[in-house]
């Protein structure tokens, strides 16, 4: 009886312990981390907007076990400030002046957050979480529309996670990689 017990005892601690335990991811704000090419000469940036278009604003990936996706990531972070943020220290360090207005900057910026997805899966050994961050950026310079996409994709392998939070450096660098990216670009115009 004592061993019925015991062993219930320990099935019930080893399957309660090993649940997925799905928190909100959190996304920290850009730590002013630019290494990228700096501006040629002084040029002004106003970033007009920053939309997120994605249809559900709180989702931004999920486990896949065998196949069938097994719950969803979430997070309750603004990624439209967090963008917009992130983009003014960046272009700061870059050497862009960003206290221009619309009328007075040589650059015009609206960002359009198309796609944040990150994947885990348990298929293989090389890598295990995937991750893609998708923009469009239209740029105004005088009279002329540039539209740019950027994908910043990543993939590593984690060990095997059973909290969302494990995530959350890979969501990061994500950000600030996709960040440097438009930055990088602009600086070349």
């Known amino acids: ?97 960003t206290d221009a207005s619309a009328q007075a900057a040589s650059l015009v910026a609206e960002i359009y957050l198309k796609n944040i997805q990150l994947v885990y899966n348990d298929k293989n050994f090389d890598a295990n979480l995937y991750g893609e961050i998708e923009i469009e950026v239209i740029v105004r310079r005088g009279d002329e529309v540039i539209t740019q996409n950027f994908k910043q994709k990543g993939s590593k392998w984690i060990a095997p996670s059973y909290n969302s939070k494990d995530l959350e450096p890979f969501l990061y660098g994500l950000f600030s990689d996709s960040i440097d990216q438009i930055v990088t670009r602009l600086t070349r115009m």
């Open 1 to 97: 009886m004592k061993t019925l017990l015991f062993f219930m005892g320990a099935m019930l601690l080893l399957l309660s312990g090993c649940t997925y335990k799905n928190e909100a991811l959190n996304l920290e704000s850009y730590k002013a981390e630019y290494k990228g090419p700096l501006t040629k000469e002084k040029k002004t940036v106003y970033v007009r907007l920053v939309k997120d278009l994605r249809a559900d604003k709180k989702v931004i990936g999920y486990v896949e076990q065998k196949g069938d996706t097994l719950t969803q990531f979430y997070s309750n972070v603004n990624f439209e400030d967090r963008y917009k943020e992130g983009l003014g220290y960046a272009l700061n360090l870059a050497g862009f002046n």
